[in-house]
């Protein structure tokens, strides 16, 4: 039995047809039908759960469907290629959330913290402390969507990016209270980037080039720089004649590394073959 036969009987049993269950929710024609071949999204599985009274769970029972409560994958665990194809998810996610920190990737939780910190945030009675506090738990329910939606990319903008371009969105600012904005943008500032408001698709220019190994090259050419700087190796001379203060020592190297950056990823864009030109 497939998931359409699970479905189509446990409809019946509450009194619904296949296609009464399809207009009543706005699906096309004979899309239910089609289950078995074209695996459907979660959402739309909630959807028919909570008109059938049921969970997403016992929808998916009889066909060995189930949905990783970590990764929120959907599977079949009876189909070695599926258990594969979660096993890829599953370790990406990993990664992810090393990155990122935690992520809500399973949807009924996903959407319970949603729905309920939503309340809370609004409820314009409480302080504006915990209001903020469950806004912002909304606001990582919506990153984590957007990390999964991309497929769990490490080059996804990090969570206070993340949240200072929500801030920076005009139907996302539409939906908050002022002084709600005004906390939560003196945390995080605000910036242009999302067009859409739920999922942010990282633009290929912005994607930064510089590997790890890169990285530790940088770092070691500033050590030895900041070395050779406090020796007095380079000399006052090596700078316009200026010894450079203690104190600027910083500044100057932050503007080294700025410099070396550029140069390695501009390095890149020159020599490194199809991989970073898409
Ligand atoms: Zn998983």
New binding site residues.
Partial sequence: MGLYENIRDIAKINGYSVNRLEQELGFARSSINKFNKNTPSVEKLQQIANKLNVTVDDLMKERGLTT?Q??G?MYDSSHPDDIKT?YK??SA?LKAVEKFGELYCYYPEREKIKAENRNISHNVSLPINKRMEAQIKVLHCLFSRSVESNRYDLRHVPFDTYVAMMLGNKSYRKNLEDDLFQALSNKYGTMPGISNGTVYNIPESKISTITKKDERDIKKDLESLREKLASKELGPAAFDGEDIPEDDTDLFLGQVELMLRRLKAKNKEKYTPDKYKK
Avoid: R
């Fill in positions: 990783c970590e990764c994958l979660h998810q599953h996610w």
